[in-house]
């Protein structure tokens, strides 16, 4: 049996934290629960689930092909997946501590799911039935999937609603959707962070720096989360305050997928392929040091002390600036 650990942060005078010697890599898609206690994430194909206070992951899925992409409903009922149990990347929901797994779309085409409606009643993902790629949405009871945009925006991709406006926001972009990997790109179709409002027909564009903006997500009270690439050519961790990208992470290499809790207080994403989950320090702390979650065999009394890596899934909580 495999376990996750997660440790407490340890004082910025120490220099380190515990690890294991055993660790985790190419754990991809990391998303919180509402409350910010879970992180569910993806790894070998199966989704799995573990506190954010430390003890053993839970596997979630065991089916044929990938599950990835999970999100969790702003309700903390469910988790959206896609997922190629029958070879095409369709998407799929099941309840949060697991249970039996519904199939909400059946598409040659790939739905990468992208997020929840605030109502937690429809999954919006994202799918090459239309164009490139273009946004959708699909009620959790099934049915037919709706397109969001009609004749206009052709390279939608993920969507996330604010909770208080209504907007979609979306990056327009296939830089942003199949090359985010190719850094330091500038040029026409660097992405923006974009919104349109299906009530009012309002459409806004919030970010125009020419590198990358994208991978954004939105707390219950409406606070904007994103990575960008404007400080030093990596992908940091960003917020949006009063239409300024305000920089919370300085990582000298970049994050990945970053997606903040409903409740607001904590962030998870990847960094770069290493191991584990590492959680900041709380709002009100000071002078911690980031702990992480690393996956060892049962034997669990293999443990080592070891300088901070540079790269792992973290999760951090928000409201701070903090000099990593």
């Given at each position: 049996?495999?376990?996750?650990?997660?440790?407490?942060?340890?004082?910025?005078?120490?220099?380190?934290?515990?690890?294991?010697?055993?660790?985790?890599?190419?754990?991809?898609?990391?998303?919180?629960?509402?409350?910010?206690?879970?992180?569910?994430?993806?790894?070998?194909?199966?989704?799995?689930?573990?506190?954010?206070?430390?003890?053993?992951?839970?596997?979630?899925?065991?089916?044929?092909?990938?599950?990835?992409?999970?999100?969790?409903?702003?309700?903390?009922?469910?988790?959206?997946?896609?997922?190629?149990?029958?070879?095409?990347?369709?998407?799929?929901?099941m309840p949060v501590d697991g249970?039996?797994?519904?199939?909400?779309?059946?598409?040659?085409?790939?739905?990468?799911?992208?997020?929840?409606?605030?109502?937690?009643?429809?999954?919006?993902?994202?799918?090459?039935?239309?164009?490139?790629?273009?946004?959708?949405?699909?009620?959790?009871?099934?049915?037919?999937?709706?397109?969001?945009?009609?004749?206009?925006?052709?390279?939608?991709?993920?969507?996330?609603?604010?909770?208080?406006?209504?907007?979609?926001?979306?990056?327009?972009?296939?830089?942003?959707?199949?090359?985010?990997?190719?850094?330091?790109?500038?040029?026409?179709?660097?992405?923006?962070?974009?919104?349109?409002?299906?009530?009012?027909?309002?459409?806004?564009?919030?970010?125009?720096?020419?590198?990358?903006?994208?991978?954004?997500?939105?707390?219950?009270?409406?606070?904007?989360?994103?990575?960008?690439?404007?400080?030093?050519?990596?992908?940091?961790?960003?917020?949006?305050?009063?239409?300024?990208?305000?920089?919370?992470?300085?990582?000298?290499?970049?994050?990945?997928?970053?997606?903040?809790?409903?409740?607001?207080?904590?962030?998870?994403?990847?960094?770069?392929?290493?191991?584990?989950?590492?959680?900041?320090?709380?709002?009100?702390?000071?002078?911690?040091?980031?702990?992480?979650?690393?996956?060892?065999?049962?034997?669990?009394?293999?443990?080592?002390?070891?300088?901070?890596?540079?790269?792992?899934?973290?999760?951090?909580?928000?409201?701070k600036n903090w000099p990593w």
């Open positions: 049996m495999r376990y996750f650990f997660l440790f407490l942060c340890l004082p910025l005078c120490s220099g380190f934290v515990f690890s294991q010697k055993n660790e985790l890599f190419f754990a991809t898609h990391p998303s919180l629960t509402p409350d910010g206690r879970t992180v569910i994430f993806s790894l070998e194909g199966d989704l799995w689930k573990v506190s954010t206070t430390g003890g053993p992951a839970t596997r979630l899925t065991a089916m044929q092909g990938d599950e990835l992409y999970p999100h969790v409903s702003p309700d903390g009922r469910w988790i959206a997946f896609t997922g190629a149990q029958y070879g095409s990347q369709d998407v799929y929901v249970g039996e797994i519904r199939q909400l779309t059946v598409h040659e085409a790939f739905d990468h799911v992208d997020s929840w409606s605030w109502d937690s009643r429809f999954v919006y993902f994202t799918s090459n039935r239309y164009n490139r790629q273009s946004g959708y949405k699909v009620a959790i009871d099934g049915g037919t999937p709706q397109r969001l945009f009609g004749n206009y925006f052709n390279t939608v991709h993920t969507v996330v609603e604010h909770p208080n406006t209504g907007e979609l926001f979306f990056n327009e972009t296939w830089e942003s959707k199949f090359a985010a990997n190719r850094k330091r790109y500038k040029g026409a179709y660097n992405p923006d962070i974009q919104s349109y409002n299906p009530r009012s027909g309002e459409f806004k564009v919030y970010t125009d720096w020419e590198g990358k903006d994208l991978w954004y997500s939105i707390d219950r009270q409406g606070k904007i989360y994103f990575a960008s690439d404007k400080a030093n050519g990596e992908y940091n961790l960003c917020e949006l305050r009063r239409g300024k990208t305000v920089e919370l992470t300085k990582f000298p290499t970049s994050i990945k997928n970053p997606q903040v809790s409903a409740n607001g207080e904590k962030v998870v994403f990847e960094k770069t392929t290493n191991s584990g989950c590492m959680t900041l320090p709380p709002a009100k702390a000071q002078n911690c040091m980031p702990s992480f979650l690393t996956m060892a065999h049962s034997n669990a009394n293999r443990i080592s002390r070891s300088k901070v890596p540079s790269n792992a899934l973290m999760c951090r909580p928000t409201g």
